[in-house]
């Protein structure tokens, strides 16, 4: 029976480079000269987050800045990022704010998809399984089009579809 995979799961190698790449332009840009401005990416198996670092709202602005406009750069989707998390005091006059990275399709949106997959209509079965959703379907094209309805549909998350088999 064909079947794929629904996931959310950026790319860690490029989600890397782009902070290597934004904490080298941090480095070099003058406006920065004598600040403790950095991103950090921490990496705990499955939750990553990045940590951004400044001595100003103004500078964490700009950090933000950086690290978005080099995600962007790298075909990192942005929208894997949770932005809304609050900034934090860090000691004396430093800011830093963490910024979680969404990996896995969390339990709602798995019911989400479900649910927007049985309203459908189309002939296929989805099941969750752990941080997936698994799509299963008799045929090749109804697969398909539940590829593309799920594109429609969900626009805030990034998924992507991986081990299509037939």
Same mark, same amino acid.
């Given at each position: ?70 995600? @962007?750069?790298? #075909?990192?989707? +942005? %929208? ?9 005091? =860090?000691?004396?006059?430093? &800011? ?30 989805? @099941?969750?399984? #752990?941080?997936? +959703? %698994? ?9 398909? =089009?539940?590829?593309?309805? &799920? ?16």
């Amino acid at each position: 029976m064909p079947s794929f995979d629904t996931v959310l799961q950026p790319d860690a190698v490029e989600l890397r480079n782009a902070v290597d790449q934004s904490n080298k332009e941090i480095a070099t840009r003058f406006d920065f000269k004598g600040s403790d401005a950095r991103v950090e990416l921490i990496d705990k198996g499955k939750e990553r987050s990045l940590l951004l670092h400044a001595d100003s709202d103004f500078q964490l602005g700009q950090v933000r800045d950086i690290v978005l406009g080099k995600l @962007a750069k790298r #075909g990192v989707d +942005v %929208r894997f990022l949770d932005l809304g998390a609050k900034v934090e005091k =860090a000691g004396g006059d430093k &800011l830093r704010q963490p910024v979680p990275v969404k990996v896995g399709v969390d339990a709602a949106t798995g019911k989400r998809i479900q649910q927007l997959l049985k309203g459908s209509k189309l002939k296929v079965q989805a @099941a969750i399984q #752990g941080d997936a +959703v %698994r799509i299963s379907g008799a045929k090749r094209d109804d697969l398909q =089009a539940a590829i593309a309805l &799920l594109k429609r549909e969900i626009t805030e998350l990034p998924l992507g579809f991986d081990n299509f088999r037939d």
